[in-house]
């Protein structure tokens, strides 16, 4: 049996409980079907290696996890699912295809691999969505709070659309308010939306 690498151990520890089941029963079937196989951490997440390249990989998040083959096209067919994974944003063991499945598509990525066929080249990303301009009341409340402007405007472009989705998602008019007195306050502090969530 291959050895396990501690670093998933505790990847798989530390990640939300409702992940944990899938993550355990993914590196389960992976191994099920490919008993040599070589685990490993690869851009901060779970990845497995056979026959001297990536098998597929799982990660967990905030609110779902993923499973995903590096031959996705190949093995699954078509475009890959919302969620960065073959199977789309999971949040529990049943939004996977059936073991049986699963058990096929990693033996047929196993041949692939063996076989050395190369990834196919990926198509070029779509330019990214134009980022809106702030709404009135955020931008006033930026503009009365340099320490916070100045974070925000020296973030990345989906860091300040998080924070802005955030804020034009809000129902009710007292939720917004609340909102954008929080962000101010994370802004300050030079925190992106997600920076409870963010990974050391």
Request: charged residues 30%; aromatic residues 8%; contains cysteine.
């Amino acid at each position: 049996m291959a050895a396990r690498d501690p670093r998933i151990d505790t990847y798989i520890a530390t990640s939300a409980a409702f992940a944990r089941p899938i993550l355990e029963h993914v590196r389960a079937l992976v191994h099920e079907a490919c008993p040599d196989v070589e685990e490993t951490m690869k851009w901060g997440m779970p990845t497995f290696v056979h026959a001297g390249a990536i098998l597929c990989g799982m990660a967990a998040f905030k609110q779902h996890a993923s499973f995903g083959f590096w031959r996705h096209a190949d093995v699954v067919g078509g475009e890959r699912n919302e969620g960065m994974g073959s199977f789309g944003k999971l949040t529990s063991v049943r939004d996977l295809p059936p073991k049986r499945q699963l058990l096929t598509h990693l033996r047929k990525a196993m041949r692939l691999n063996e076989a050395g066929t190369k990834r196919p080249v990926a198509r070029k990303a779509a330019a990214p969505r134009p980022l809106p301009d702030p709404p009135d009341d955020f931008a006033k409340a930026l503009a009365a709070n340099p320490a916070a402007r100045k974070a925000y405007e020296g973030f990345p472009p989906s860091h300040r659309r998080e924070y802005l989705e955030w804020i034009l998602e809000a129902k009710r008019a007292e939720t917004r308010a609340r909102r954008i007195a929080q962000a101010l306050e994370w802004l300050g502090e030079g925190k992106s939306r997600s920076w409870k969530y963010e990974r050391c």
